[in-house]
């Protein structure tokens, strides 16, 4: 892609050798004659690189440098100016000007410094699109659903993200206590700053402590070297603690510290490391009733639960189940390069009775499943797997088929399969098995 070059200065004559001269490398180039249309090209135009006089009829172009950074933070910015001062230049690359030159010692300098600024520019605007794209994804207009709960619990959570309150995500595994925490961080002012995130569920008490504090070396066998911990990663943005109602006691305390007063200790360390991060915790558990037991230190709960959102199991929400099925098949239909699937209506009313468990989770895993088994275009209720059916309600109790149907699924599912033992079991033919199985339309464990 050919980059665009903008050059302000209100004298024509050397506006217009200037531009021919870097039109002949290639570039496109857009000229203006001061401040205020320079500002117009940079928001109408992809430029890469402005070249502006400092002497300027509407402005100082060291101060515009400000002024452009603020519109288009990757655009690069020089300064050519007739009278160069030493503290001239130093505002403009302060101000955040790619270089600074005098005019006059510009034509074997200008060509060069072009391509350094536009080779700059082009990564600063990949890095500027990715985190977009990265903010785009995570943000709240990416939580699903049209249901009270789901709206009430993102109405708190866009709330309390311009802030820096610690917040406590309470909800069932797989309700998205993750996706709300990312959506918190990404809508905060801390969107560019790392965003960690770390299960205390998955390490032991020693090795949980490392990872989130770090340690120096020699703390312990193994230790060769300093190690950041996961708290000095984060900083200056955001750290997620998912399950903390697994973490000890001990740990706890030491978590205290840093919800206080930013501070900690790394493993094998007598020195107090400083941090700027905003925790975010979320649990399964019920908190204060851990509390009241001992199983979790009540300050820390008190410091937790400043600001809780409740995140609504699926059974809670299940208006939302046709939307969130939707979306999961078009997912999973384009990443297996599938034609545009349909969702069976019987399929449908049986996800809508289903008790949900697993939550959103389980929902987005039988899709993905129903997707990869689909033989036509449309996903059918015979495609869900056994032990789907063995909680399933009776869907109509005078129905003697649909009673038969369900039994025999769940019997299925209890022998994982075995047609001979859930024939034995239900105290019919394995013929007469095999053949309600083909008229109920019976999927495969």
């Known amino acids: 892609m050919q980059s665009s070059i903008l050059i302000i200065d209100d004298e024509i004559k050397i506006r217009s050798l200037l531009a021919r001269i870097i039109e002949l490398e290639g570039f496109v180039v857009y000229q203006a004659e001061n401040a205020k249309e320079g500002l117009k090209i940079v928001n109408s135009e992809d430029i890469a690189v402005v070249i502006s006089d400092v002497k300027l009829p509407d402005a100082n172009g060291v101060e515009l440098v ?8 990757y655009i690069e910015i020089i300064n050519l100016t007739a009278y160069g001062t030493i503290a001239d230049g130093v505002l403009a690359i ?17 060509i060069p410094l072009v391509y350094k600024a536009i080779a700059k520019a082009q990564l600063q605007q990949r890095v500027f699109e990715l985190e977009n794209k990265i903010a785009v994804k995570y943000s709240f207009k990416t939580i699903l659903g049209h249901s009270k709960p789901i709206k009430e619990a993102v109405a708190l959570a866009e709330k309390v993200a311009v802030t820096d309150t610690t917040v406590s995500l309470l909800g069932e595994t797989g309700t998205g206590k993750e996706v709300f925490a990312q959506a918190i961080h990404y809508e905060s002012p801390r969107k560019n700053k790392p965003f960690v995130a770390l299960n205390c569920s998955g390490f032991s008490p020693e090795l949980l402590e490392s990872e989130l504090f770090g340690y120096k070396a020699g703390a312990f066998t193994g230790a060769n070297k300093d190690k950041k911990g996961l708290l000095e990663e984060a900083n200056g943005g955001t750290l997620f603690l998912d399950e903390i109602g697994e973490m000890n006691l001990d740990l706890q305390a030491k978590l205290l510290r840093v919800l206080e007063n930013q501070s900690f200790i790394k493993v094998g360390s007598t020195t107090t490391s400083q941090v700027n991060v905003r925790i975010l915790a979320a649990t399964n558990r019920d908190l204060k009733a851990q509390a009241e037991a001992g199983h979790f230190r009540l300050d820390l709960y008190y410091r937790l639960s400043v600001f809780t959102i409740n995140l609504p199991a699926l059974r809670e929400r299940k208006a939302d189940i046709s939307l969130l099925a939707d979306f999961y098949l078009r997912e999973f239909a384009k990443k297996v390069n599938r034609p545009a699937l349909k ?27 129903l997707v990869i088994l689909a033989d036509g275009d449309v996903l059918m209720a015979n495609q869900l797997p056994i032990e789907f059916f063995i909680d399933a309600p009776i869907t109509n109790a005078f129905d003697l088929q649909t009673i038969e149907k369900q039994h025999i699924q769940k019997v299925l599912a209890h022998t994982k399969g075995n047609k001979t033992e859930t024939a034995r079991l239900l105290n019919i033919g394995l013929t007469t098995l095999y053949r309600k199985i083909e008229e109920y339309q019976i999927g495969e464990v």
């Not at 400000?66 to 933070?73: D, N, R």
């Not at 302060?94 to 200008?110: C, R």
């Not at 969702?343 to 499943?369: P, Q």
């Open 343 to 369: 969702i069976d209506e019987e399929l449908l009313a049986v996800l809508e009775k289903h008790s949900w468990k697993g939550n959103v989770r389980e929902l987005k895993n039988v899709i993905e499943r």
């Open 66 to 73: 400000k002024q452009i950074k603020a519109l288009k933070s």
């Open 94 to 110: 302060k101000n955040g000007a790619f270089d600074y030159l005098t005019k006059g010692d510009d034509n074997d300098k200008i």
